[in-house]
């Protein structure tokens, strides 16, 4: 069995890991630094794992970022969260599965919100249902994990900076495997 850290290190060396879908860095330097900034932020082990692993729906599904960015919802988030079910309790994919409700979730409730995305992030939320109608807002903000998405989309949101430090993967090994479910199961046999 592939255990999480194993299947990351292939997927973050991954081409698709390179694309930068409009942003100033990278796909795989983004989820990065977005881990970095949770890090800081003195997040838990769970989101700061959710925020190192937000993007991969980008590179892991059949429909790459690159749709996204020619106009048609990919549903990273969606097909990331699935993806990531194989390893990960919903602590870690709840946040990933709702970063992209949560930034139309934010962008209806927090006026100043919108005005602090890049370029590329205004542009992916037309594509993604734009602000969310109140009726949506009074639902998101009913899930379990809405607070957890919201800090893991302000963490996204500060992990575009071409000018900031890069971690490694590396650096997360040891929440991605506290975490990895198969890895526990392993142990106990
Ligand atoms: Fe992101």
Redesign the pocket.
Known sequence: MTHAYEALTELFESEGAKEYLGEDVSIAT??LQ?AQVARAAGASAELIVAAVV??VGHFSGAMSGLELMRGHDNRHDAIAAEWLSQWFDAAVTEPVRL?VAAKRYLCATDAAYYDRLSDASKYTMSVQGGEMSAAEVATFAAEPHCESATALRRF?DA?KDPEAPVPALADFRAEIEALDRTLRSSAAI
């Open positions: 983004h989820m977005t937000h993007d970063h996204d992990g």
